[in-house]
């Protein structure tokens, strides 16, 4: 089966092409070009299928905004524009999910009576549950075939200078992994000043780590909340700066990028970030070319990154499954369960989470994702030559039980444009703690329509 998908798959980069027929036509949605990639993946592990379906992808855009529209009023005009199936990234799961338009999706067990036993059985991730779960009614709607567990992504090189050893278990003793406290990678962050070198790029590259691992979102019953993890973020990020551990660049500026290449005057140690991350920023800014990009890299950062327990567990990113309501009870309703099937709780070979743990959606060259089944993290070939060989999915599927899913707010991304420029204020010495937090919560009353706190 693995041999079926590698030869078949690898071209799945082309576009999958409507053909008119009579078949039942099943649309499916999203902002991800690798859409045409998994459907062509499931039509070859599943060629019957094409008998009785006709599956079109729609790739509707890759700007957040434009497909949070588009679909929020194909879903509420009903089912002539709602789609049959439709992905949503992370940053859209709060409003989709679980805020005013979970509504307008299908729940799971109305395909599959016996749910719990299928992600019981399948090892699916909690907090991934958790996120594609709606509020109203405690039913799950949505589930990810992507993971996006956190690490702490280090350099081998500046690991072996500082202390002896680029192995993962040792260099996650130094920075406190797993410790759920900031002391020990304080501490590190020391003795990688005092050896020449920066903990970060930057203090906002520890946003995530906070954010995700917080217990409870912005908002309680419509009034604002700051949880205890995110307020902690002011005070860690502001002794970052001010002992001099970070290099201080913006995340995703020029300068953040250039410490990934060794550009910076002084070198940067690591990133808190995801697989995904490594494959789509990490692994491109860590290559150098002779002039031809089409040639493997020849220097560089790459291959000299390796990863481990990061002090506080955490995720980012990942894609929900959701199904229109529509499509209960219609003559789509088998095919849709077959592919809601495959996307989410299949973790054999055949299924996608299984393809994108291997890096089977294109072929032998295609990058090795995180996914939330631990059966699949545990059973799949994870090692990659970025991180000189290490096989990073064992240490993902650690981080499964470990994160949390209930603390997002479908306006957390107004919320957090309010918070960071205060932070940034705070952190550049421009305010006082309690003239930021103030500040924070008069603003984000005014603009995010909140209520304040009581």
Excluded at 39 to 63: D, G, Q, W
Excluded at 113 to 123: I, V
Excluded at 155 to 163: D, P
Excluded at 331 to 357: N, R, S, W
Aim: with cysteine; charged share 25%.
């Amino acid at each position: 089966m693995a041999a079926l998908m590698l030869s078949s798959c690898a071209s799945a980069k082309k576009a999958y092409t409507k053909v008119a027929s009579d078949k039942t036509v099943i649309n499916i949605w999203s902002s991800d070009e690798d859409l045409a990639g998994i459907v062509h993946c499931f039509l070859v592990n599943f060629p019957e299928f094409a008998e009785k379906y006709e599956i079109v992808p729609n790739v509707i855009s890759r700007y957040m905004d434009e497909y949070e529209t588009s679909l929020s009023t194909a879903l509420s005009n009903g089912e002539e524009t709602a789609p049959d199936i439709y992905i949503v990234p992370s940053d859209l799961a709060a409003r989709f999910c679980q805020g005013e338009d979970a509504d307008l999706a299908a729940s799971y067990d109305q395909f599959f009576p016996d749910l719990d036993a299928r992600l019981e059985d399948s090892q699916i991730a909690p907090y991934t549950v958790e996120v594609g779960t709606r509020p109203s009614d405690g039913k799950v709607v949505g589930l990810s075939y992507e993971g996006g567990q956190g690490m702490m992504i280090y350099r081998r090189s500046i690991a072996k200078e500082v202390w002896g050893s680029d192995d993962p278990a040792v260099v996650s003793e130094h920075i406190g992994g797993g410790t759920g406290n900031w002391d020990k990678y304080l501490e590190a962050a020391e003795e990688l000043r005092d050896a020449g070198y920066a903990a970060l790029s930057g203090y906002e590259d520890l946003w995530n780590v906070f954010y995700s691992a917080s217990d409870k979102p912005w908002k309680i019953n419509d009034e604002l909340y700051i949880d205890p993890q995110r307020e902690a973020y002011l005070d860690l990020a502001r002794t970052l700066r001010i002992s001099q551990f970070t290099n201080n660049h913006g995340t995703w500026t020029e300068e953040w990028y250039h410490s990934m290449e060794d550009r910076d005057d002084r070198r940067v140690f690591g990133y808190f970030g995801t697989l995904w991350f490594i494959n789509d920023i990490v692994s491109y800014y860590a290559c150098a070319y002779d002039g031809d990009e089409d040639q493997a890299p020849i220097a560089g950062t790459y291959g000299d990154w390796g990863v481990c327990t990061p002090p506080e567990s955490f995720w980012w990113g990942g894609s929900w499954v959701m199904v229109g309501k529509q499509v209960v009870g219609s003559e789509k309703e088998e095919g849709v369960k077959k592919l809601l099937e495959y996307m989410t709780l299949d973790y054999t070979p055949a299924g996608l989470q299984h393809v994108i743990a291997n890096g089977y959606l294109y072929g032998y060259e295609g990058l090795k994702n995180s996914v939330p089944s631990s059966k699949v993290l545990l059973s799949a070939d994870g090692s990659m030559p970025i991180l000189g060989g290490q096989n990073p999915l064992p240490l993902i599927e650690q981080e499964n039980a470990k994160c949390v899913g209930g603390n997002l707010h479908e306006k957390d991304g107004k919320i957090y444009n309010v918070w960071s420029e205060q932070v940034k204020q705070y952190v550049d010495g421009g305010k006082t703690r309690e003239e930021t937090l103030s500040d924070f919560r008069s603003e984000v009353i005014n603009k995010v329509d909140l209520e304040p706190e009581k």
